[in-house]
């Protein structure tokens, strides 16, 4: 009885009334928290001070690389811009720089992705402290039959595929992919 007042209080705290029943999480939400990882389809600046052949704006390909003169392909898939800055830092200094000052940032990030019972469902460009609902706001909002609660989120993770369950406030990633449900009645 009681987890049924708690699962009923659940309900209620997400605007979900007694006869609609929210979808269980499909694994625990993604940490929104955690350092942004880079991916193929991100844009890299990258500055080596001192070194202005060296410096330009780099694309992460499919391969999770990027590739830069002097020491080719730096492996970025799953690293932050501080790991790939030190394996740049560290290649030069293996014969072609004395003491080389990286610096990178993300110059563009990876586009995210809308999906199902949305007005204009597709791919959209990334932009900073998105959230699910600004997500969908910028799919052109919630179809008529779209389940206007939570979310559906996929979410590469370390371990593969994440998918879980998110409420509208959730924080939205680049390379994220929200899928809209359709309501039944």
Request: glycine share 12%.
């Amino acid at each position: 009885m009681r987890a049924q007042f708690i699962l009923l209080a659940v309900l209620a705290s997400l605007g979900l009334g007694g006869c609609v029943h929210a979808p269980p999480p499909l694994a625990p939400a993604p940490d929104p928290a955690g350092p942004y990882t880079l991916d193929s389809g991100d844009r890299l600046r990258v500055v080596v001070f001192g070194q202005e052949g060296l410096s330009n704006s780099y694309a992460v390909d499919a391969g999770g690389r990027i590739t830069m003169p002097l020491i080719g392909g730096v492996p970025a898939r799953g690293l932050t811009t501080a790991e790939v800055s030190q394996s740049i830092a560290a290649k030069l200094q293996n014969g072609y720089v004395r003491e080389p000052h990286v610096a990178v940032e993300v110059e563009i990030y990876r586009p995210f992705f809308v999906l199902g019972e949305v007005t204009t469902p597709g791919q959209f460009p990334y932009v900073p402290n998105l959230t699910a609902e600004g997500a969908v706001a910028i799919a052109g909002g919630f179809s008529p039959r779209a389940l206007r609660g939570p979310v559906e989120m996929h979410r590469q993770g370390a371990d593969g595929m994440l998918v879980a369950s998110v409420p509208l406030n959730y924080p939205v990633r680049p390379g994220d992919t929200i899928v809209v449900a359709e309501r039944w009645f």
